[in-house]
């Protein structure tokens, strides 16, 4: 005798009670969480924590908690206000009951506003500085308001065609009038009040592509028919996903070719599975939706720093030249007893350099393109106004003099070349020397180019200069010489007192001890490798990247819990099909291998989406980054893994939830047939 709102009312209250339960245990996790962190912290900043109970995040993440499960649980309570008993009271069969597809519409949109409203407590105004946000938000309450119209008015129509008693076309149509403008207007004031929505917004359609991208994927691998694609093409109505078409096509073409072999061609438990698969298509999207939210995350984390630590093991001992730095503070006979070391044949040195480091003062200035004259304060001014820093007097400050016969930085030029020890060794007919600058933006934003010139006093002694033409600059890494942004010939300082000494080495990996030890007995002098740099970078990387990887972690947890949850409901549902497999004699390990057969085949999708989109992403921006030398930074093994990892998830959840379904007794499904 219940009424369906009351009904949806009573499942609303119990999700509201879990999420009131959930909240609180979240609460208690996050300060173990966080006292657990401080050690960590501790370590890291050098000072001791102290730790504290604050009461505003406790009272926000409760309230948050409990209304993002009672906005989430009010789709499903609300399809639950729909069950018709006839459907239901069969012993032998467990319908699951869903909402009509217009109170589901304005259901999501209704959600997507109250998620809103919990979005703009935590964002607050940075949302502010954005461009036209008034216009963009106000748009967006109005598609939102129409969205809400529409479904209420064509249900109210439908309605009304079907109940042809007490008609009243005239009320309805001023109801109808009434729901396409008030509904607009009230959804423009509440987009003009929660700009989080703009938000909100992008999220959902960035969910919905990923949810028809994994339906499609779906349908691929499980061999579907062409007529069953249709719904999944409406992609081609929205503009945005057009540059998307190409890739999709690329990669579900083949995917459904080999599906469909697949469904021809093998044996007849892995076909079921895949048909069994393709019945619920819509359902192991959503289902994926999670755990391609989690194994996406932890992927970009973890193979991009992978990728950075390998890239900055590279990029460092490619521009240092080598991969040991021996620094001298003594006199001429420590540098002479440095090069002896050097040299020595079982020291396993493959090449080495000595570079002197000098301080210097920009004289003078000349552009060829222009052929301005300009001083370092006329040079400062170009870039007064571009976003970069004004450090331009520190690229001048110091240039690295380095022999040209061996260990030259190995980088990549955006203009120009490197010294070349057959066109380097002597100054020009002019007597001006070569040098090569390191990219850096403030030297775009300054105008240098290949071809200019530059006149540098050399340890503050107006007399003592050298003339220098810029041959090359080099790519913007952030990386830059040994010492000084910029590096010349060492014998265009000839003559010269240097600020400091040292030689960059190439040395086998298992003789740089040896080397160490005849470095320690010469006084003045030490010996730093370039890995021991990568070793410090590398920690502070992983210092950073702990408390995302440890988020990731969870929200790949929850992916697994998801795929449990919904496993179990299909099996649920499929309880009379497991019945009747086990009623014509297949046995429970059978069934068992069908159903993890299934499920296996959802987890390598998610795999494919999850990791496939970091990979992506991630090799585009190292594509971007080192001007396509990608070299062996792609993490391709940690892609692997994370795949692997992505079906073993889904393996074990599946286990967990078809274990026991698998060894259902046949008389007790089918006895009411």
């Not at 998610?606 to 792609?634: H, K, P, T």
Request: proline share 4%; net charge negative.
């Amino acid at each position: 005798g219940l009424e369906p709102e009351e009904i949806t009312i009573l499942f609303l209250v119990e999700a509201i009670i879990m999420g009131v339960i959930g909240s609180i245990l979240g609460i208690f996790a996050g300060w173990g969480a966080a006292f657990a962190t401080k050690g960590v912290a501790e370590t890291f900043l050098g000072q001791s924590l102290t730790f504290t109970i604050a009461l505003d995040p406790v009272i926000n993440g409760f309230v948050v908690g409990v209304i993002i499960t009672a906005i989430f649980g009010f789709l499903p309570t609300l399809a639950a206000g729909q069950v018709r008993p006839a459907t239901v009271l069969r012993p032998s069969e467990t319908v699951i009951p869903r909402a009509g597809r217009f109170s589901a519409f304005v259901a999501v949109v209704a959600l997507i506003m109250a998620l809103s409203l919990v979005a703009q407590g935590l964002l607050g105004d940075l949302l502010d500085e954005l461009g036209n946000l008034t216009l963009i938000v106000s748009i967006i309450g109005f598609v939102y308001g129409v969205a809400m119209a529409i479904p209420l008015v064509i249900s109210s129509y439908l309605s009304l065609r079907e109940n042809r008693r007490g008609r009243s076309w005239a009320i309805h149509a001023f109801q109808w009038a009434g729901f396409l403008v008030v509904l607009p207007v009230l959804g423009i004031l509440f987009a003009r009040a929660v700009p989080a929505i703009l938000v909100l917004t992008g999220t959902v359609v960035i969910v919905g592509y990923l949810y028809i991208l994994l339906w499609l994927m779906i349908w691929a691998v499980g061999g579907g028919r062409i007529g069953e694609i249709w719904p999944g093409i409406l992609i081609l109505a929205f503009p945005l996903f057009w540059p998307l078409i190409p890739l999709i096509i690329a990669l579900v073409t083949p995917l459904w070719v080999l599906g469909w072999l697949i469904q021809r061609y093998t044996f007849v438990d892995l076909k079921i599975a895949m048909r069994s698969m393709l019945s619920s298509k819509g359902r192991g999207a959503s289902t994926l939706v999670a755990l391609v939210v989690g194994v996406f995350t932890l992927s970009i984390i973890t193979m991009l720093v992978d990728s950075i630590n390998s890239a900055f093991a590279e990029l460092l001992e490619d521009e240092i030249g080598g991969n040991v730095l021996i620094f001298a503070a003594g006199s001429e006979g420590t540098v002479e007893d440095i090069e002896a070391a050097l040299s020595k044949e079982d020291n396993g040195v493959k090449s080495f350099s000595l570079v002197n480091s000098f301080n210097t003062q920009l004289v003078k200035y000349r552009d060829e393109s222009t052929g301005e004259s300009l001083t370092l304060e006329q040079l400062q001014a170009r870039i007064d106004n571009v976003d970069t820093r004004d450090d331009l007097p520190d690229l001048f400050s110091g240039v690295d003099g380095r022999g040209l016969q061996a260990n030259l930085p190995e980088v990549g030029f955006a203009e120009g070349r490197n010294l070349d020890p057959a066109r380097d060794s002597q100054p020009d007919e002019a007597g001006i020397w070569p040098v090569v600058i390191y990219g850096d933006p403030v030297v775009d934003a300054a105008g240098i180019e290949v071809g200019d010139l530059m006149v540098l006093a050399v340890n503050e002694d107006a007399n003592d200069t050298v003339t220098l033409r810029v041959v090359g600059i080099t790519q913007a890494t952030g990386i830059e010489a040994a010492n000084s942004p910029l590096y010349a010939p060492r014998d265009a300082f000839s003559g010269m007192s240097s600020e400091g000494v040292f030689a960059v080495a190439d040395v086998d990996e298992d003789r740089i001890p040896d080397l160490r030890r005849d470095v320690n007995e010469i006084s003045g002098a030490f010996l730093l490798e370039t890995r021991l740099l990568n070793d410090l970078i590398n920690r502070i990387i992983e210092q950073f990247t702990s408390f995302p990887t440890l988020v990731a972690a969870l929200a790949l947890t929850v992916g697994g819990v998801v795929i449990a949850n919904s496993v179990a409901l299909s099996t649920m549902e499929r309880r009379r099909e497991i019945g009747i497999m086990k009623a014509v004699g297949l046995q429970r390990e059978r069934v068992l291998g069908m159903l993890l057969m299934e499920n296996g085949l959802m987890g390598i999708v998610g795999g494919l989406i999850g990791v496939g989109i970091s990979f992506v992403g991630l090799v585009i921006l190292l594509a971007q980054i080192f001007d396509d030398e990608l070299g062996s930074v792609i993490p391709y093994q940690t892609a692997f893994l994370l795949m692997g990892l992505c079906i073993v998830i889904s393996l074990v959840a599946a286990v967990l939830s078809v274990w026991g379904a698998s060894g259902e007794k046949p008389l007790n499904v089918l006895r009411y047939e």
